[in-house]
Nanobody
Framework: QVQLIESGGGVVQAGGSLRLSCAAS????????MAWFRQAPGKEREFVST????????YSADSVKGRFTISRDNAKNSVFLQMSNLKPEDTAVYYC?????????????????WGQGTQVTVSS
């Protein structure tokens, strides 16, 4: 099993940037593909980005392509989400998630491990 703790959320103006971090503990970090999801008030949780166990491949939702970048540091057991040119519609709770194999089309129900979430609020 792996435990996940997100950090880095906050309030930012539209057009600004934030970097989210997710620290993993427990099982070997490279055993897991990692992903970010988000959930806005009154909406379903949606996929944001995922990255291969090795970090060699990644995939992002169309809504964030060109603005968000997922990365990982396997030596530090951490995954990151660099968010730029933020928009009010990016406002949500952002969750880090883990599963054993990399699958760009895996839905949230296919991820067994989750962090507690970190709030990102983008003001207009």
């Amino acid at each position: 099993q792996v435990q996940l703790i997100e950090s880095g959320g906050g309030v930012v103006q539209a057009g600004g940037s934030l970097r989210l971090s997710c620290a993993a503990s427990g099982d070997m970090f490279t055993n897991y593909a990692m992903a970010w999801f988000r959930q806005a008030p009154g909406k379903e949780r949606e996929f944001v980005s995922t990255i291969h166990n090795s970090g060699r491949s990644s995939y992002s939702a169309d809504s964030v392509k060109g603005r968000f970048t997922i990365s990982r540091d396997n030596a530090k057991n951490s995954v990151f989400l660099q968010m730029s040119n933020l928009k009010p519609e990016d406002t949500a709770v952002y969750y880090c998630a883990a599963r054993s194999t990399y699958n760009p089309i895996a839905r949230d129900v296919h991820y067994p491990y989750w962090g507690q979430g970190t709030q990102v609020t983008v003001s207009s």
